[in-house]
DNA sequence: TTTACATGCAACCAGTCAGTTGCAAATATA
DNA sequence: TATATTTGCAACTGACTGGTTGCATGTAAA
């Protein structure tokens, strides 16, 4: 079973989850109630967080709260981080064609 | 059937195929040389990448090329721009903190 | 014109996925 | 202690996915 960041912000909820729990660390039974699928459904959703490690738990009594870990976004961060080199130098083209029209103008 | 860039990017082979690509624009067949697929599958995720708009392809005779359309990378980086205040705000406590040690320490 | 090549599309298949219901375990409360 | 609450796990289902093979179409070359 394939378990990686990128497919796990693959889902729309998932990634709705996230924006929830980056706020501040929710329970499930919580969560749940801004979507309109179960409570059981949302825990899957939670345990595919969970091993990626996008999310981490933390036991309160017989609640579970689940908050985000932010570092592991920086993998896919890294991973655009080559494209952005890419537009980068895209800008430089084309800040090499305003030079050029520019100089031919003078 | 839902076509998003966040489950375009969800394939490993897919995001491969947009590495490839991102340094030249290829011929599906060309691609397919670079994978243990075959090329209709290759051509497959040419068609996925092509719906949700990241990749963009230039007809030749009876060759495609297609290229990377590198500005619909920036709504995966929009969305990460969420987070990546998160972090700062992070790395604002964890130098409030220090701060504090540092504070009581003299 | 005939042949070879590049490509897209359709049909099919096995595996995965997101959702459901039902249930057992653990903790809080009466 | 008995009951209610919170949660995770298992089994099931319909839909989607990534792969295959086969075929039709369009273009280049012989």
């Known amino acids: ?48 967080l969970t091993e990626c490690e996008l999310v981490k ?11 985000l870990n932010g570092t592991k976004m920086l993998e896919v961060d890294k991973w655009l981080a080559a494209f952005r080199k890419l537009w980068e130098s895209r800008f430089n083209e084309l800040d090499q064609v305003l030079l050029t029209m520019k100089k031919n103008k003078q």
Chains 1, 2 share one sequence.
Do not use: C, W
């Open 1 to 48: 079973m394939r378990r990686d960041v990128f497919q796990a912000i693959a889902d729309p909820t998932r990634r709705a989850i996230i924006l929830l729990i980056a706020i501040k660390a929710m329970t499930p039974n919580a969560i749940a109630t801004h979507f309109d699928i179960t409570r059981q459904a949302v825990s899957k959703h939670l345990r595919i």
């Open 57 to 67: 738990t933390e036991q309160s009594g017989r609640e579970i709260f689940y908050e």
